[in-house]
């Protein structure tokens, strides 16, 4: 049976969640009445992620496994999972059950009214941390504020895509991906389905403080040059405010005003200006740091292993962008 939808699921060590996971995408997947393949995605885990996937890989022909080599990250792992997946349309969702898998028959419903993205929007959050909730709203406002991009507000990356998209976003070989803006980039026909998200089913959230502010990172340097252009315009204020203060110094050195030798003023100008000066490098910094990413022409990810795409009788389109030598020739489609 050709593949209507292909579902993503990235998973970084999820062993409490992913059965409960896969029966719950089961059984939402079988009411569709079209055929369909669950794409799980390794993402390095290092408990029994892994086991539980293979398992049920021998027992479902619909189920398939992309193991990495390693933790590629979130982002990434979406990436590949687009770059196996053979449906005419693609949903990708967090294995955490937070996305409630029943919103996917109406996302499928609204892509065959025509929409070619039906992206999740959520109107609440359960479980999360109010810290996670503010940092969250203030980020996507903020983004909003600093680029042309059409990046809806309060989505993550639960959301339908038509092949169409799915192509343009296999040909985008950034590394510090930020899907969520890739779509919105992307364009096409778009539109919501709202939701409330859930609490995590079980285990605690993948995405620590530290990933959350390189996400957030990757999500404003990918979209906008504005962070740039602001530490521009403070050092144009800056010199332009020395140059001032010169002429200050300079009138009172020439009429002998209290040229008290000043000492307290010199350091707190010298910190002060340390200080910003520091900060505009710290942002150049990464852009620079980006740059240098996408400039060593690395592969996004390296596939250790795969599981279930062998299927004859499907059509399986495989690009991943790096496969270990030994194993090229069971992956259909390798471009090398
Ligand atoms: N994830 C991943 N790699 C990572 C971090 C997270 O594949 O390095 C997966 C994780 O297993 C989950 C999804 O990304 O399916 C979202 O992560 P999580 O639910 O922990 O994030 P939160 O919902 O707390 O923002
Ligand atoms: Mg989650």
């Not at 959520?122 to 503010?134: A, M, Q």
């Not at 969520?180 to 709202?194: I, M, P």
């Not at 959230?205 to 962070?227: C, E, N, Q, V």
Request: hydrophobic share 40%; aromatic share 12%.
């Amino acid at each position: 049976m050709e593949i209507c939808c292909s579902v993503v699921v990235p998973m970084f060590n999820e062993e409490e969640v992913i059965e409960h996971t896969y029966t719950r995408l089961k059984q939402v997947m079988d009411c569709t009445g079209e055929g369909y393949e669950i794409i799980f995605v390794n993402d390095g885990s290092r408990d029994r992620t892994v086991e539980i996937v293979a398992a049920i890989c021998q027992k479902d022909p619909h189920v398939k496994l992309v193991q990495f080599s390693r933790n590629f990250g979130h982002q990434v792992a979406i990436s590949a999972g687009m770059d196996y997946a053979s449906g005419r349309c693609v949903v990708i969702i967090d294995a955490d059950l937070q996305d409630p898998p029943e919103l996917i028959l109406e996302m499928i419903s609204k892509w065959k009214e025509g929409y070619e993205v039906v992206y999740g929007k959520r109107i609440k959050r359960k479980g999360e941390s109010v810290f996670k909730k503010v940092t969250a709203l203030l980020f996507y406002r903020l983004l909003g504020s600093m680029t042309q991009v059409d990046i809806p507000l309060d989505t993550g990356d639960f959301r339908l895509i038509d092949r169409k998209v799915c192509e343009v976003m296999k040909g985008l070989k950034e590394k510090n991906r930020f899907v969520r803006g890739l779509v919105g980039w992307a364009g096409f026909r778009q539109t919501s389905v709202e939701y409330v998200r859930d609490e995590r089913f079980a285990g605690v959230t993948k995405y620590p403080l530290r990933k959350m502010i390189s996400f957030a990172a990757d999500g404003i340097t990918s979209f906008s040059h504005k962070p740039l252009k602001i530490a521009s315009y403070i050092g144009v204020i800056l010199s332009i405010s020395s140059f001032v203060y010169l002429f200050v110094v300079l009138f009172q050195k020439w009429f002998e005003i209290g040229t008290v030798p000043g000492w307290a003023s010199i350091v707190a100008i010298n910190l002060f200006f340390n200080g910003i000066v520091l900060m505009l490098l710290g942002v150049m910094g990464e852009y620079i740091g980006r740059i240098y990413d996408e400039s060593k022409g690395r592969p996004l990810y390296i596939v250790s292993d795969t599981l279930g795409f062998q299927n004859k009788g499907e059509s399986v389109i495989v690009k991943p962008s790096y496969v270990p030598e030994g194993m090229r020739e069971q992956v259909e489609g390798y471009a090398g």
